[in-house]
């Protein structure tokens, strides 16, 4: 699936993200719907500040 967002929005200069951990599970991260998030494609990393 990643290979055809790739080939689809790659022309777009826009980093591509894929295969988080995220949803529901025993080995699933949490993630809030709508959360605003710090993607750096530079280091490889998404940050995503747990609402308080």
Do not use: Q
């Not at 295969?19 to 494609?41: Q, S």
Request: proline fraction near 12%.
């Amino acid at each position: 699936m990643i290979d055809l967002l790739r080939d689809h929005l790659g022309m777009l200069g826009a980093p591509i993200l894929g295969g988080l951990p995220v949803g529901h599970g025993e080995m699933w991260l949490p993630t809030p719907v709508g959360a605003e998030a710090m993607l750096d494609a530079s280091s490889g990393t998404l940050t995503v500040p747990w609402p308080t």
